[in-house]
């Protein structure tokens, strides 16, 4: 199966193009590293562990509605609480994190190219549900800012996935219409429903072979690994 009538491809970013996970293991390397006598006696493990538990709670508390400032914090103070060190140090861990998170490059293999490739014959964009301040750096790090035609962030818009309206915000910039966009992401309602919704063609990026969410709305196309998408979108 293959796209005739697409002009422009959208990506999220977050384990679409950029390997969060793989990130934050190493910045958590770096954490404990400048601050060996808080975690002295804490195995690696359990560190890691704690972090992705706290992860895992703020990201479900943003995507019930949760404002985005803050969760930084709240995400150092449940980390610490995890494992029974003093929360005075949820800034010191916050900013760590924030100056070292960003300057990772940690490319979803095959993304760089697949970005490349695609934008010599179509516009490219992003759709992503973060903070202005450090997706814009990821996407320096992977060097494809300058490949992109537009950035849509919820951070800036206000709006966040799965709302069909920050879709329907990228495809006004780009000026095209949306049903000539398709959009490419890991999460199944974020990502696939929410491109559905706004009248994109949808292709999950489903790496781990995750089972759908929901069967509302069914994908367009599955990939397990991004440079299929040249095969599907068939660049000149």
């Known amino acids: 199966m293959t796209i005739d009538n697409i002009k422009a491809v959208l990506f999220d970013v977050d384990y679409t193009l950029f390997d969060r996970k793989g990130v934050q293991d190493k910045v958590l390397e770096i954490i404990v590293r400048k601050l060996p006598n808080l975690f002295n006696a804490i195995k690696m493990d359990s560190i890691t562990a704690a972090f992705y538990e706290s992860d895992e709670i703020v990201t479900a508390e943003f995507d019930a509605g949760a404002p985005l400032e803050g969760l930084r914090e709240r995400r150092s103070a449940l980390f610490l609480r995890a494992l029974g060190l003093p929360e005075e140090y949820t800034d010191t861990i916050t900013r760590i994190y924030m100056e070292e998170y960003p300057k990772l490059k940690a490319e979803v293999p095959d993304a760089v190219a697949t970005v490349r490739t695609l934008s010599k014959s179509y516009k490219v964009g992003i759709v992503s549900n973060s903070f202005a301040d450090v997706q814009y750096r990821k ?38 219409e949306p049903s000539e966009c398709l959009y490419v992401g890991d999460s199944y309602v974020n990502d696939i429903i929410g491109a559905k919704s706004a009248g994109m063609l949808a292709c999950w990026f489903n790496r781990d072979d995750k089972k759908p969410e929901t069967v509302a709305e069914q994908p367009d196309f599955i990939i397990r690994k991004l440079e299929e998408l040249i095969s599907i979108c068939r660049p000149d």
Do not use: H, N, Q, W
């Open 139 to 176: 996407l320096g790090t992977l060097e494809i800012l300058a490949d992109m035609s537009c950035v849509i962030l919820s951070d800036e818009t206000g709006l966040r996935k799965p709302d069909p309206e920050i879709f329907i915000r990228a495809a006004l910039r780009l000026e095209v």
